[in-house]
């Protein structure tokens, strides 16, 4: 017998959903089970975890720089983005909300420089960070990242349909247009600063090939540097090591993933309206 | 254009003075100015001016061995020579191709699937498809290199189940490619699959039920109700994709760093072995310029097409 339109949407359509997300996150599985096999065992193709060889994570975490990985990206990823939120609230809040002389030219001036994708650039921006004597350093690694019109956009827009009672209220309390801003603005803006902090610590914590370009030092290697230096050796990868390093280093993503998700389907919907 | 705007603007509640400028908003200036400037100087030096500087660079002869030496269109002149330079276009151009269309189609598929989905599998269904969004590039390409090991890999044990023979993949000229888009589709799917779903979303239900009176339900309300009303999203879906197509490096650097013999080589890769393995500085600031130059035309291409479509 056919099955009717409304069988199979409620059960047909669920159940292909959720074969092809297992088929999705099948990777993600396959790592965390198999980090957890030993070095000869690794590859077998077993679907359960049978074996639970906890030592990986231990030599994974005591062999390869990885803490010191991990507080460096954590270090990064958190200055960058509590700098660039104070910095792209202040702007777009000035966009938005100042009036002042050239105000739509520098805002389109600083829109065009989202035309400017970073691997045309890497090259003359590595020159230049290098000339500001930045390379090699922590200052290297997080002031260029800082900068980014997207954030300043994305603020700007937020703060166009702010209510206006609010600051003729500071006004007439006698606060300044800065003390407006950092004092009643900035702290109203936690529905815009939420998502775009996920995102821009998000972004970060992924970042490989600027680390990769400015620092040669061992001690400033960022995580995702630590862990492609060990796929990227010699001949022999230990993977059930590798594999346990992988999955530490993506903890705080799923971490991040599963308490704010959303706030991550949030940020991911205002980056695709224009 | 009217850039400078008029007194009159000050609906803030400034006074309006039309020739001496008040305290008020004087103020106002000063403080705007102080809160762009952080961003006008961090933005000026770390994206306008690199991009002065490698179309300044481009104009020179320069690397590790010789100083700095004005040559003109030199370096242009040669890349129109250089065979691998023109290799690397062309693998990009196969990645783009490959990939872009893929993108599209699977997280529209996706975004579909889960906006028909009822009921307690659709919150999970989500996650599940979005989770991989959660890994780095450098994971995804360390997943990527486990499970297609030619020798033991987990995808070449389900082929074996199959009936099929372990394949090479990263080890081969002819997949490796194919296996890195195919793990950089695997991490991208679920975010444009979210953007897309949240502009199908916004689709007033009214419209649905107005096309089935006149008999349009199913693939027609798609084709003709659903796909235009997603062609602003789908415009920017498509070029945000290309352009970042053509600057995939992450995973490449990680899982193949262009091999096996060059085929994975995109122009950005090539670029960076230029200018990072070789010291070419002048030489891989021509080639920059120039895969910048290409990405803008096709960007404009791109929008044209697309926003004559819809006109």
């Not at chain 1, 492609?228 to 993506?250: E, R, S």
Request: net charge positive; proline share 5%.
């Amino acid at each position: 017998m056919r099955p009717t339109v409304r069988t199979s949407n409620r059960i047909v359509l669920p159940t292909v959903g959720l074969i092809l997300g297992v088929c999705m996150v099948f990777p993600i599985y396959m790592m965390i089970i198999s980090s957890l096999r030993s070095e000869t065992t690794v590859f077998d193709f077993q679907l359960l975890p049978i074996e639970f060889h906890f030592s990986n994570f231990q030599e994974a975490w005591s062999g390869s720089g990885l803490p010191r990985s991990i507080v460096n990206s954590l270090f990064i990823s958190v200055t960058v983005t509590v700098v660039a939120m104070i910095f792209h609230a202040m702007s777009g809040y000035a966009l938005a909300r100042l009036h002042f002389p050239g105000r739509k030219l520098i805002f389109a001036w600083m829109l065009s420089t989202l035309m400017v994708p970073f691997s045309i650039i890497m090259l003359p921006l590595y020159l230049i960070t290098k000339d500001l004597g930045m390379a090699n350093s922590y200052w290297g690694l997080i002031v260029p990242s800082i900068f980014n019109a997207y954030g300043i956009f994305l603020f700007r827009q937020f703060y166009r349909d702010f209510p206006k009672e609010l600051e003729e209220a500071a006004y007439m309390e006698g606060l300044s247009l800065a003390g407006t801003f950092f004092r009643i603005a900035f702290p109203l803006s936690v529905p815009i600063i939420v998502p775009l902090t996920i995102g821009f610590f998000l972004a970060n914590w992924n970042s490989y090939l600027w680390p990769l370009i400015i620092t040669q030092d061992e001690k400033l290697w960022v995580i995702q540097l630590a862990l492609a230096h060990l796929v990227g050796g010699g001949y022999y990868t230990p993977w059930n090591v590798v594999l346990a390093a992988a999955v530490i280093a993506a903890i705080p993503t799923f971490i991040l993933f599963f308490l704010a998700q959303r706030y991550l389907v949030e940020g991911i919907k205002m980056s695709g309206i224009k | 254009m009217a850039i400078r705007p008029s007194p009159s603007r000050l609906e803030g509640g400034s006074t309006v003075a039309p020739r001496r400028i008040s305290a008020r908003t004087r103020n106002e200036w000063f403080t705007a100015y102080g809160f762009l400037l952080p961003n006008i100087i961090g933005l000026f030096v770390f994206v306008f001016l690199p991009i002065l500087y490698a179309f300044y660079a481009s104009l020179h002869d320069w690397n590790a061995l010789s100083p700095k030496v004005f040559a003109g269109l030199d370096n242009y002149r040669k890349l129109l020579h250089d065979d691998e330079w023109w290799s690397s276009l062309k693998i990009t151009l196969l990645f783009s191709v490959v990939y872009v269309p893929l993108l599209y189609f699977l997280s529209l598929l996706s975004a579909l699937l889960m906006n028909a989905l009822r009921g307690w599998t659709t919150g999970l269904t989500r996650t599940l498809f979005l989770l991989p969004f959660a890994i780095t590039s450098v994971i995804s390409a360390i997943i990527g290199m486990f499970m297609l090991d030619p020798r033991n890999g987990i995808i070449n044990s389900l082929l074996g189940l199959a009936g099929i023979g372990p394949q090479q993949f990263l080890g081969s000229t002819s997949q490796a490619m194919y296996s890195v888009i195919g793990v950089i589709l695997w991490i991208n799917v679920g975010y444009n699959m979210i953007i897309f779903l949240s502009a199908i979303k916004e689709i007033p239900r009214d419209y649905y039920e107005a096309a089935s009176m006149d008999g349009a339900t199913g693939w027609k309300s798609f084709r003709y109700l659903t796909l235009p009303l997603l062609s602003e999203t789908s415009t920017f879906i498509l070029i945000v994709t290309t352009i970042g197509s053509f600057q995939a490096l992450d995973q490449i650097l990680v899982m193949t760093q262009g091999g096996p013999a060059n085929s994975t080589e995109v122009s950005v890769l090539y670029i960076y072995k230029q200018g990072f393995q070789f010291l070419n500085m002048g030489y891989a600031s021509s080639l920059a310029i120039a895969l910048f130059v290409i990405i803008f035309c096709l960007s404009l291409f791109q929008l044209k097409l697309f926003s004559r479509k819809q006109g």
